[in-house]
C-alpha cells in the first residue's frame, strides 16, 4: 500500500449526503505515480460508491519521493486507502 511511502496524503471531504445518511467505510484507489512522485492518475476500485469521488479527489493531491526501479526513474502503481467515518 503505499499510504505509508506518501510524503504528503491529504484526507478527503466526508461527503454531506454520506454524512445524512450516516455511512461510514472505506475506499481504495488505485493510483500511477509518475517518476517526480506526482500523483497523475487515480480511479476507485472498492468501497462505497458515495466515497468514490471525494478519495480520488484526495488521491490526486498525495506525493510521493521520487519512483525508481533498479535505480532508474519509473512510474509506479500503487493504492491509497481512506477510512470516512461520520
Known sequence: ??????????????PEAARAAKLSGAISV?????????VISAASISGHPEFA?????????????????QSEPAKMLGALTYNFTP
Do not use: Q, W
Open 30 to 38: 488505485l493510483i500511477l505515480i509518475d517518476e517526480s512522485g506526482k
Open 1 to 14: 500500500m503505499a499510504n505509508a511511502r506518501a510524503t504528503s496524503h491529504p484526507k478527503p471531504e466526508y
Open 53 to 69: 469521488k471525494p478519495g480520488v479527489t484526495a488521491a490526486c493531491s498525495a506525493r510521493f519521493p521520487p519512483m525508481t526501479l
